[in-house]
């Protein structure tokens, strides 16, 4: 079945493409949301009449994403993970770690977005990560992994303590009827 999509729909299309659905999907998603309505004559001339309103969307977003672009291949992600004396870390990273990364860093990525080679790294060095955005722009960004520091103090030996006191029911109530009954050796 064709649809025009009335906005964008994630791994579908965006708003006024006209795409080949299954029946179901149509049916039973894209139209009670409102996500798409069927192609027919009078849709199609009704987005035709939205055609500049639509590209001056998709040229704003493809605006927003070159100058992500930009500010993404400025940027230099620094991740300091715990690692061997030999380099290798005791973790990894993954693309949900650099999110998080660039989220502290101020932008809004989604996981899927970002392609990690080898789809982690273990051990620590310098790597570059892509950002996929829209339309088939990539950022290419620069992570560097560091090994954490190692603490220079040792830490403090424990101190040995005495053990627990154990309290059963019988013999908690042997001392306690010892302790109250007065002693007969004195007679």
Known sequence: ?????????????????V???ANGYARNYLFPRNFAVPCNEMTIAYFESRKAEIDAKKSAKRADAASLKEKLEATVLTLVMPA????????AVTNQTLVEEFKKA??????KRIEVPGL?????GKYHVNVHLYE??????QVIVEAQPENVQK?????????????????????ASSETAPTSDAE
Not at 1 to 17: A, S
Not at 84 to 91: A, E, I
Not at 106 to 111: I, Q, V
Not at 120 to 124: G, P
């Open 120 to 124: 982690t790294f273990k051990s620590i």
């Open 155 to 175: 830490p403090a030996q424990k101190t040995e303590r005495a053990p627990r006191k154990r309290y059963d029911d019988h013999a908690s109530e042997e001392n």
């Open 136 to 141: 088939g722009a990539i950022a290419s960004v």
């Open 19 to 21: 795409k080949d659905v």
């Open 84 to 91: 061997g004396s030999n380099g290798k870390l005791y973790g």
């Open 106 to 111: 101020g932008f809004e990525l989604e996981r």
């Open 1 to 17: 079945m064709k649809v025009i999509l009335n906005q964008d729909v994630k791994h579908l299309g965006e708003e006024g493409d």
